[in-house]
């Protein structure tokens, strides 16, 4: 009888939670494995453009596809090479506020490409080096809301930023630093794989704090890797090999998490990035080792049914 009134009770400061906070909530996904339309090989980054078209880096065939909102194709651009509108494993794709321009960070040829929405080839900027301009396989790329680019570098352990055609503005250090993500007023949150934490600066650099930890616990990370922050400041981390996304405050505080290893609806492979749709409502996840895009929506104050109370305890796991 007392275990029946705890398990009572338990179930009911769930539906309380619940009601009052509200979920992130599976919606829906899109992609296999493969070369053709809409599938894909290790996808590694996403960006949403104003009008809610999904930019996927399709990192293993080397190529930019975008999609409708739920993951309808609508085209392509790019193939191996080294040449306009070639890449050799792009590694990041980034949208302007204005959605007038798509910036690709083209890792193993260490420049950036900038396209039309639809993958008419504008421009380039970078080579190979260690020099203000110059990279060592940039792999994240992110544009602030004044358009300025800012890119992540994996060999060269920083980050630079430049005005929207490239012109060098500034760097500063971080180690292992991945893809960036930026907030409304301009603040850069980095996750730093191998130090296990994400940091956040002002927008010339600047540090302002940073949390994180090695481990599974509640804000703590295993490989954090893709990094967005939602309209109202909330930041989104893909905690890669915890196979889960958390998130926070502005600051770092822990709001909530889901997520676990599997290819289910739900469940994650590696997680390489995240991206919001437009207002902020949907989130998409990079599920890099199962081939395919995620998203998933607030709900809130879901109603729970007592057959559904175990996907809300595996949301609180």
């Not at 939670?17 to 992130?24: D, K, L």
């Not at 302007?96 to 321009?101: H, L």
């Not at 008419?120 to 602030?144: C, I, N, Q, R």
């Amino acid at each position: 009888m007392g275990k029946r009134i705890i398990i009572t009770a338990a179930a009911a400061w769930l539906l309380a939670v619940v009601s009052a906070f509200g979920v992130w909530v599976y919606e829906g996904q899109w992609g296999s494995p493969g070369s053709g339309d809409g599938q894909f090989s290790n996808p590694a980054s996403a960006a949403v453009a104003p009008n809610g078209h999904v930019y996927v880096v399709d990192f293993g065939n080397d190529r930019v596809q975008y999609f409708t909102p739920t993951g309808s194709f609508l085209g392509k651009w790019g193939t191996w090479g080294e040449g306009n509108g070639e890449f050799e494993m792009p590694g990041g794709v980034a949208v302007t506020p204005a959605g007038d321009k798509v910036y690709v960070a083209d890792l193993f040829n260490d420049r950036i490409q900038y396209f039309t929405p639809t993958g008419s080839f504008l421009g380039k900027w970078g080579s190979h080096g260690t020099g203000d301009g110059e990279f060592y396989w940039p792999e994240g790329v992110e544009v602030a809301p004044n358009g300025n680019v800012y890119v992540t570098e994996l060999v060269n352990h920083r980050v630079q930023y430049f005005t929207p055609t490239g012109s060098y503005l500034g760097q500063w250090g971080s180690y292992w630093p991945r893809a960036p993500g930026i907030a409304t007023n301009g603040n850069v949150y980095l996750s730093e794989s191998r130090n296990y934490r994400v940091q956040y600066f002002t927008p010339t650099g600047s540090c302002l704090g940073g949390w994180g930890s090695r481990g599974s616990g509640d804000g703590q990370f295993n490989f954090p890797r893709g990094v967005a922050v939602a309209p109202n400041g909330n930041v989104f981390v893909g905690d890669q090999f915890n196979y889960r996304v958390q998130y926070f405050t502005a600051s770092g505080s822990f709001l909530g998490k889901w997520g676990s290893e599997g290819s289910g609806e739900g469940q994650f492979g590696y997680i390489d990035d995240l991206a919001f749709g437009p207002g902020g409502n949907r989130l998409y996840v990079v599920d890099d080792t199962n081939n395919r895009i995620q998203y998933f929506k607030w709900k809130d104050n879901p109603a729970v049914s007592p057959t559904s109370l175990g996907r809300v305890k595996a949301l609180f796991r």
